[in-house]
């Protein structure tokens, strides 16, 4: 048992350069990944969310209503800052209709499941910050299809349909299932809950090398506007949400948890979504990829600067 935690622990610690490596074995040697098929991601995203719900306990979502205040705030940050965030940046850059969906995408998209792991590892508040990931996954189905037309109904068609049916079937169901499990057979699961930073570190890896070595051409050629669009989407995410817990007299580590859960997007789900939302649109799945695998480097060198410098 220790030795699966020390390698969960492993995985967990160094996730960030993990991804950065096969991201750039993917982009400069795109033969490496090809094998990966692009129609595995909804699954390899499917195992990971299942891996989510065998970690989710019903106390999770009483936070909803024991701690209502700050689960409210990071759900209504989360799905106003971050989506007007990616409009606003697409705009100022000009970006094409294709990279401005992909884009957009990613904000609208939940709290990714790394900034449980982020969170955990600055010393924040990881019941808010699975609370708030619970609920924003939750709300997804319904809020980022919406938000997405909204923001580009102009722009480009957006298969609202196709989404929701997407988020249903790749989100709710597998993290349903995990939780289900979780609760019949808790023993069991509590054996094996310590691999899961080892199967989500090696699903989020697949991912990202299947889209990086399938677009590594159109990511030569558009990668540094979509590098420079994604860090400050991102850093700008970070930097609102520790205002947000300042601006509400939060705690440190509830200040933490949210301006980590704002700032990281589930953006394996974005690239998912992306070629389901915008078929027409290949380069709509760019962003996804980039902000793939710099939120995990930023969310590691942001855990350990909150954890050094804002830790009582």
Same mark, same amino acid.
């Given at each position: 048992?220790?030795? %699966?935690?020390?390698?969960?622990?492993?995985?967990?610690?160094?996730?960030?350069?993990?991804?950065?490596?096969?991201?750039?074995? !993917?982009?400069?040697?795109?033969?490496?990944?090809?094998?990966?098929?692009?129609?595995?991601?909804?699954?390899?995203?499917?195992?990971?969310?299942?891996?989510?719900?065998?970690? %989710?306990?019903?106390?999770?979502?009483?936070?909803?209503? =024991?701690?209502?205040?700050? &689960?409210?705030?990071?759900?209504?940050?989360?799905?106003?800052?971050?989506?007007?965030?990616?409009?606003?940046?697409?705009?100022?850059?000009?970006?094409?209709?294709?990279?401005?969906?992909?884009?957009?995408?990613?904000? @609208?998209?939940?709290?990714?499941?790394?900034?449980?792991?982020?969170?955990?590892?600055?010393?924040?508040?990881?019941?808010?910050?699975?609370? %708030?990931?619970?609920?924003? $996954?939750?709300?997804?189905?319904?809020? $980022?299809?919406?938000?997405?037309?909204?923001?580009?109904? =102009?722009?480009?068609?957006?298969?609202?349909?196709?989404?929701?049916?997407?988020?249903?079937?790749?989100?709710?169901?597998?993290?349903?299932?995990?939780?289900?499990?979780?609760?019949?057979?808790?023993?069991? =699961?509590?054996?094996?809950?310590?691999?899961?930073?080892?199967?989500?570190? &090696?699903?989020?890896?697949?991912?990202?090398?299947?889209?990086?070595?399938?677009?590594?051409?159109?990511?030569?050629?558009?990668?540094? $506007?979509?590098?420079?669009?994604?860090?400050?989407?991102?850093?700008?995410?970070?930097?609102?949400?520790?205002?947000?817990?300042?601006?509400?007299?939060?705690?440190?580590?509830? =200040?933490?948890?949210?301006?980590?859960?704002?700032?990281?997007?589930?953006?394996?789900?974005?690239?998912?979504?992306?070629?389901?939302?915008?078929?027409?649109? !290949? %380069?709509? @799945?760019?962003?996804?990829?980039?902000?793939?695998?710099?939120?995990?480097?930023?969310?590691?060198?942001?855990?350990?600067?909150?954890?050094?410098?804002?830790?009582?």
């Amino acid at each position: 048992m220790k030795v %699966m935690e020390k390698i969960g622990e492993y995985f967990g610690r160094f996730m960030a350069l993990i991804v950065l490596a096969v991201a750039a074995l !993917a982009l400069f040697i795109p033969q490496s990944s090809l094998w990966i098929d692009t129609s595995w991601v909804n699954y390899l995203l499917m195992i990971i969310m299942f891996g989510m719900g065998l970690t %989710m306990k019903p106390r999770d979502f009483a936070l909803v209503i =024991t701690r209502p205040k700050e &689960i409210i705030i990071g759900c209504l940050s989360q799905f106003i800052i971050m989506p007007l965030l990616a409009f606003g940046l697409a705009y100022i850059f000009r970006l094409d209709p294709a990279l401005t969906a992909g884009v957009v995408l990613v904000g @609208t998209c939940p709290g990714g499941t790394s900034s449980n792991v982020i969170t955990y590892f600055s010393k924040g508040d990881v019941a808010l910050s699975v609370g %708030m990931t619970s609920v924003n $996954t939750l709300l997804a189905p319904l809020l $980022t299809p919406a938000i997405t037309w909204l923001l580009l109904q =102009t722009t480009v068609r957006v298969d609202v349909w196709s989404m929701f049916y997407s988020i249903i079937t790749v989100i709710l169901v597998p993290i349903g299932l995990g939780f289900l499990i979780n609760k019949l057979f808790s023993k069991f =699961t509590q054996k094996i809950v310590a691999l899961l930073p080892v199967i989500s570190t &090696i699903g989020i890896c697949m991912i990202v090398a299947t889209v990086v070595s399938h677009n590594a051409e159109k990511i030569y050629t558009y990668g540094a $506007t979509v590098l420079v669009v994604v860090i400050l989407h991102n850093l700008l995410g970070y930097g609102c949400g520790f205002g947000i817990g300042k601006l509400f007299k939060m705690s440190p580590e509830k =200040t933490k948890a949210i301006s980590i859960e704002i700032g990281m997007q589930n953006s394996g789900l974005a690239t998912s979504l992306a070629s389901t939302a915008f078929p027409q649109l !290949a %380069m709509a @799945t760019v962003p996804g990829a980039v902000f793939s695998v710099w939120h995990n480097i930023s969310g590691a060198i942001l855990a350990a600067v909150y954890r050094r410098f804002y830790t009582k």
